[in-house]
């Protein structure tokens, strides 16, 4: 069973930074595709940011765009998402999840093509 620990949630203010962490118990974590979603309250998941399996290729929501970072690192089995700059709007439960297939090249945007996730960390942003 894999298991995927979120982590560096918290309440900050706008304009200020976190990064969030999420660690992964699994044998050839480097050859799986990560990504981070995130859901506010009444709403529904959505797609966040995403890192290939060999960090070759990252991918991100507009809104986030130039503002988040993701990145990875296979020797500690540890995907992070570096959130600069933000805003009221980021508020919400984030989680991060592994592609259900291994070398993935696209698709990364779609939550149904991943099928282990985090317990989810709440970052809110005040205003």
């Known amino acids: 069973q894999v298991q995927l620990l979120e982590s560096g949630g918290g309440l900050v203010q706008a304009g200020d930074s976190l990064r969030l962490s999420c660690a992964a118990s699994r044998r050839a974590f480097s050859s799986y595709g990560m990504g981070w979603f995130r859901q506010a309250q009444g709403k529904e998941r959505e797609f966040v940011a995403a890192i290939t399996w060999n960090a070759g290729n990252t991918y991100y929501a507009d809104s986030v765009k130039g503002r988040f970072t993701i990145s990875r690192d296979n020797t500690k089995n540890t995907v992070y998402l570096q959130m600069n700059n933000l805003k009221p709007e980021d508020t919400a439960v984030y989680y991060c999840?592994?592609?259900?297939?291994?070398?993935?090249?696209?698709?990364?945007?779609?939550?149904?093509?991943?099928?282990?996730w985090g317990q989810g960390t709440q970052v809110t942003v005040s205003s």
């Open positions: 999840a592994n592609r259900r297939t291994s070398f993935n090249t696209d698709g990364y945007g779609y939550s149904g093509n991943y099928n282990y």
